[in-house]
């Protein structure tokens, strides 16, 4: 069984028991939301142990990094690192993008190193070994793709973005909306270009079934991919963008029905006064399943700094309902991220988590900010950095302070310190 029929026959899982210590809630509560689909955990049936992850309704949002090899830099040594350094910096769960020679080894060994959630985007590897075989991405056959699901499934993925809501139907919507950015996705890319070129409907959206099916053998969540997300702030909520979320609405209930884990991908680029529009149409459309942000852009002009302008976007988007952010590197639209990059992506995207967190009142995000400012009137230094999401520039600046309560700064002027002394306020 898996968790989602788990659930509704009133079994808890040790996943569900986990997900509900972490967060400080009640079982019930977790059981039930996995029940309803407002609640996934990603774990393979094949997997071994590992620090299980809640996404959804009532829990705290969870943040995504991305690792993999590519033709440009194939360095299974370099992304291991990547991985350690993710996993140190706070991530719940990562996805191996890999498309260099080696995609099956590599993800073995991100299964064998990872103490979180792994995932995939399967249609890379589909892609990649059909231009090997064939040529090109065009040329690939219907049964290398789901050749390609079983593999991934087998070796212990959790998670796998799947391109099963792009279809005919949207792709003439795309082509008449007039976009700047018709398709920025790489899986959506390869299927539009193969379903264009042989005239056929998307084997993943008209097989859904066996989809669900090879998904369910192994207790993997279905990530339904965002093949046609807006890729430019023009482009956000256009009619080809609506269409795919129609249709992902569509699949989402399918999966769930069948007893299998979904959750939504989306938005892109999207500018701020459309964060709120967006989250209410993909919460009415979807059945309240996760939403899994890739992003939020709010603005296209700041390459070098997207980590930024993804964390102002990711906090909004999280305020308004979203559950999962996947992080933005200072590498976006320029390379492939390095070591740094990673850890800057993590460690921006948890600050826009936790800011969310706040606005949506989750208790644990609340706690930890009000110690944090209760430290700070107690000038007690070691609460400080307790309460701290990063501690290591608190800790820093401490040791070069010394007595002087870590406010180098304004030394005997501290605010803190004179309230404290005239006031009893410490």
């Not at 699901?149 to 792009?166: S, T, V, Y």
């Not at 976009?179 to 042989?198: E, P, Q």
């Not at 482009?235 to 080809?240: E, P």
């Not at 406010?407 to 005239?422: D, R, T």
């Amino acid at each position: 069984m898996t968790q989602v029929l788990k659930a509704r026959s009133g079994i808890i899982t040790e996943e569900m028991e986990a997900v509900a210590a972490d967060e400080n809630l009640d079982v019930e509560f977790i059981r039930q939301g996995v029940a309803e689909g407002r609640i996934v955990i990603p774990r393979n049936r094949k997997r071994k142990e590992f620090k299980y992850c809640g996404i959804g309704e009532g829990l705290r949002i969870k943040v995504n990094a991305l690792i993999g090899t590519s033709s440009d830099r194939d360095d299974m040594e370099m992304e291991a690192r990547k991985l350690a350094i993710a996993e140190e910096a706070g991530c719940d769960s990562f996805m191996d993008l890999s498309t260099g020679k080696d995609i099956d080894g590599m993800r073995k060994q991100s299964l064998s190193l990872a103490h979180v959630a792994v995932g995939s985007t399967m249609i890379y590897q589909a892609g990649i070994e059909a231009i090997e075989k064939y040529g090109s991405v065009v040329n690939m056959r219907e049964e290398d793709i789901f050749e390609v699901i079983e593999r991934q499934a087998a070796d212990g993925l959790d998670f796998m973005a799947i391109h099963c809501a792009l279809n005919m139907d949207v792709i003439k919507r795309m082509q008449v909306t007039g976009r700047v950015t018709d398709v920025v996705s790489r899986g959506g890319a390869f299927l539009t270009g193969w379903m264009l070129h042989n005239q056929k409907e998307n084997p993943l959206y008209e097989k859904f079934d066996r989809v669900l099916e090879i998904l369910k053998a192994y207790d993997v969540t279905l990530s339904l991919g965002d093949a046609i997300r807006p890729g430019s702030i023009a482009d956000s909520l256009d009619g080809a963008q609506l269409q795919g979320m129609i249709i992902q609405g569509e699949l989402t209930r399918r999966a769930q029905e069948a007893g299998v884990q979904v959750m939504v991908e989306g938005p892109g680029h999207v500018p701020l006064n459309h964060v709120d529009a967006t989250m209410r149409v993909q919460k009415r459309l979807c059945n309240n399943a996760p939403y899994y942000i890739l992003g939020t852009l709010a603005t296209d002009v700041t390459p070098g700094y997207d980590h930024i302008t993804g964390a102002i976007g990711g906090a909004l988007i999280g305020a308004c309902g979203a559950d999962f952010l996947c992080y933005l590197t200072p590498a976006e639209h320029l390379g492939l991220p390095t070591e740094e990059d990673v850890r800057t992506g993590v460690i921006t995207t948890r600050m826009a988590a936790h800011i969310a967190d706040i606005a949506k009142g989750n208790k644990q995000a609340w706690a930890r900010d009000l110690e944090m400012a209760k430290a700070r009137v107690a000038l007690n230094m070691d609460r400080q950095i307790k309460a701290a999401l990063y501690p290591e520039r608190l800790k820093a600046a401490a040791a070069t302070a010394g007595d002087n309560h870590g406010c180098v700064v304004c030394g005997s002027g501290c605010a803190a310190q004179v309230a404290a002394e005239y006031f009893g306020l410490a």
